[in-house]
């Protein structure tokens, strides 16, 4: 049985699994799960992982949620170059420390300003209140000041000179508020020359095809049917009461 992957490509942590399995020719399935119609509510995905978010995987009968434990696990199972999860005790000991810290540290802070950004005005024509919005830049620029200046510094890549998961995982939540509006690399010219290098290592056409679908959500929200609105509601209300 082949190796499937579950992905909804508006998913940060979906792309980077992707840009992950083709950039090393993993051979996988691609099993599409709409966030937007709600299908990792379904019972189909619940079987894949009760913590119905994606990305998951299923590789015959073992299940894996978590876009950074499948990556983890493809790179062993495939052997994957070691630059990308070097086994060099410091070396790993940093992207470790890179994987652990992004999903609260710069994670939560650009996905707040997408959904503040784009989203919450276009789904559900709230208007986000003046000083939420404030609050989430300020929190987003800090994230932003410490992946340039504690992670980035003057090195190429977040560990060194290679690129590695750190730097993967790193780009696509860092870009994911550039597709509501927000240039996050205006006036930051270490982290633009960081993307830079690592767009071209990813290569442009992978790069663009894992990013095609959420260059398009605009559209795609405005598509939305009512019940599938009412999946979100109540995460889009957390985000702005
Ligand atoms: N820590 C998880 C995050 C997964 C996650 O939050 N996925 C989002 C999409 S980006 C999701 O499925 N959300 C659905 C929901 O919260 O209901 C990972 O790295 O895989």
Known sequence: MALELYLDM????CRSVYIFAKKNNIPFVFKKVSLLKGEHFGEEFKKITPIKKVPAMRDGDFCLAESIAIMQ?????????????????RQRALVTEYLSWQHMGIRLNGSKIFWLRLLVPKMLGAEVPQEKMDLALKELNGSLKLL????????????GDNMTLADLVAIVEVIQPVFSGLDVFKERPKLRAWRDRVQAFI???LFDEAHEDIMNVQEKSAMLDAS???????MIFSLIM
Request: charged share 30%.
């Open 148 to 159: 340039e200046e504690k992670f980035i510094q003057d090195k190429p890549f977040i560990v």
């Open 73 to 89: 696990y493809l790179a062993q199972k495939f052997q994957t170059p070691e630059f990308w999860y070097p086994t060099e005790l």
């Open 203 to 205: 290569g442009k056409e």
């Open 10 to 13: 508006k998913s940060q942590p």
């Open 228 to 234: 599938a609105l009412e999946l979100w509601k109540p």
